[in-house]
């Protein structure tokens, strides 16, 4: 049976977002195509149909994590002036310490990056450049962008590892200092 264009599209957003929680929650190596489809709630022969290999659905949803990055960045500096603050205080909370799936594709999926073929680095690449191209324009300064995001990201990273909530909350208050005063440099 042929399936709507739009119901592939659908089908293939679900899938996406699916792959995006398994792979921030588990990893690259904590989890299979199996795990995957059954994320999305098809099967191993569905995921095949939209994704060519799991090192695919990596890239989509690393990319896909950057994406969304880019797009909260514009829409908080198109609702005002405050922007950075905001976004730094979401940043320091739902996402360092909501769960891991929720997570910053940034935060969450650089590591396994990493590892990843020369050809996944560069998609992510190229979607990395479109958020610090976003946070550069809000801040005027494409180093300050860099290192707001390094410092977040990495800071969020570091916070997420410890299981001491005291210590998280201190991490935090610690990067939205630093931050703040990177911003303001």
Known sequence: MRYAAEQKTETRA???????????????????????????????????GHFKSKDAAFEAAAV??????????LAMQADGDDWLERFMAFYLSVRLFGPAEESCGLQSLTADVTRASPAIKA???????????????????????????????GGVTLARSVANGDVQRDMAKALLDQARALAAA
């Open 123 to 153: 998609q992510y690449q190229a979607a990395l450049d479109q958020v610090i191209g976003a946070m550069a324009v809000g801040l005027g300064d494409r180093g300050k962008a860099l290192g707001l995001l390094a410092l977040l990201s």
């Open 64 to 73: 896909q994590g950057l994406e969304e990055l880019r797009d909260a960045v």
């Open 14 to 48: 679900r899938l996406l977002a699916a792959v995006g929680r398994a792979f921030r929650r588990a990893g690259f190596g904590g989890v299979g195509v199996d795990a995957l489809a059954k994320e999305a709630g098809m099967t191993s022969g569905a995921f095949y």
